[in-house]
């Protein structure tokens, strides 16, 4: 399989737990997307990277959320001190650099907080 | 500010029946415009990419529209089958930076 892959599928925690997600785009591909998506939305934009170097932060990412690309393949986000409004679908996509070209996403990693 | 509108939230038809999606856009200054495939509970599926230079793309039974005059893109769906019972979202890329903004998607029913 050659997509994006994202991992957990599923994650179940406890309010004030920190949590971390792994997604590992497409191998040539030099752009990923963070995105967020509550039940009957669209997804909201987080953060994108070109290659290792993160371009762009939503307001919507709170100073408890970061994301990484060490070495321009996978990221990571990790949400810390995690809060029931922070239940929702987080989805990384890639794509190749160029307004032109096509996203490809994940299949998600549903995040619970409880 | 860009929004992205579409409408209806949810529709149902039996099977066999042709059908067609609407979004609506309020800036038309767009990159272009995707058409995404979601099933519950899972990520997104690129199912239609149309650049702003284009009127239209094919993909199989589905053929999506884009009207930037107008603000509207359409995607139809020929001779519908339950598989294709699915939510379906468009997103708008204003830039190269490719962040899109989405609708919140229309919740396709197939009937058999």
């Known amino acids: 399989d050659t997509g994006v892959s994202q991992d957990p599928r599923h994650k179940i925690t406890k309010r004030g737990q920190n949590v971390t997600f792994r997604c590992d785009p497409i191998s040539e591909h030099n752009r990923l997307y963070w995105y967020r998506q509550t039940l009957g939305q669209g997804p909201e934009f987080l953060t994108y990277f070109q290659n290792e170097a993160q371009l762009e932060k939503s307001r919507l990412l709170s100073d408890r959320f970061s994301a990484e690309r060490p070495k321009g393949s996978f990221s990571t986000l990790e949400i810390q001190r995690t809060e029931q409004g922070d239940s929702a679908m987080y989805l990384c996509?890639?794509?190749?650099?160029?307004?032109?070209?096509?996203?490809?996403f994940g299949q998600g990693t549903r995040l619970t907080v409880v | 500010k860009q929004e992205v509108t579409q409408i209806p939230a949810a529709l149902s038809v039996p099977e066999g029946e042709n059908l067609v999606l609407n979004c609506s856009f309020t800036?038309?200054?767009?990159?272009?415009l995707q058409w995404f495939r979601q099933d519950p509970g899972k990520g997104l599926t690129s199912l239609l990419l149309i650049q702003s230079s284009q009127r239209e793309q094919t993909s199989g039974r589905l053929n999506a529209s884009l009207d930037k005059s107008s603000g509207r893109s359409t995607l139809y769906i020929a001779a519908s089958q339950p598989g294709d019972s699915a939510t379906y979202l468009c997103?708008?890329?204003?830039?190269?930076?490719?962040?899109?903004?989405w609708g919140a998607g229309t919740k396709l029913i197939i009937k058999p």
């Open positions: 996509a890639s794509s190749l650099v160029g307004g032109d070209t096509e996203a490809f």
């Open positions: 997103a708008a890329n204003m830039d190269s930076n490719y962040q899109l903004i």
């Open positions: 800036d038309s200054a767009i990159y272009n």
